[in-house]
């Protein structure tokens, strides 16, 4: 199996900054796309931002210019450094990830992590 433990929020004033982590465990045997996602108080839960094995990003557009995502395969970790934080930002924001397991025949499965809470506000 493989297990998605989010790390790094936290409340913050508008403006401000946060560093997101998101570190993957498990049988691993290669990690395709990793991406954040957000899910705020009444609402769906929406991408913010998605990063291929190659490193090629996309964001939302309410990111873009703002956050950046980045990986480390190495250490099998995903960040997002969200810069310029506006009150919308508020949300559980949690990690995903398209994973190939050592289980003999396995295909590509995506796995969530549980969140980790994100509150922008004076």
């Known amino acids: 199996q493989v297990q998605l433990v989010e790390s790094g929020g936290g409340l913050v004033q508008p403006g401000g900054s946060l560093r997101l982590s998101c570190a993957a465990s498990?049988?691993?045997?290669?990690?395709?796309?990793m991406g954040w996602y957000r899910q705020a108080p009444g609402k769906e839960r929406e991408l913010v931002a998605t990063?291929?094995?190659?490193?090629?990003?996309t964001y939302a557009d309410s990111g873009k210019g703002r956050f950046t995502i980045s990986r480390d395969d190495a250490k099998n970790m995903v960040y997002l450094e969200m810069n310029s934080l506006k009150p919308e930002a508020t949300a559980v924001y949690h990690c995903h990830a398209r994973v190939t397991t050592w289980t003999p025949g396995a295909s590509v499965m995506g796995y969530w992590g549980k969140g980790t809470p994100v509150t922008v506000s004076s």
């Open positions: 498990g049988s691993i045997a290669n990690i395709n796309v």
């Open positions: 990063i291929t094995s190659g490193s090629s990003a």
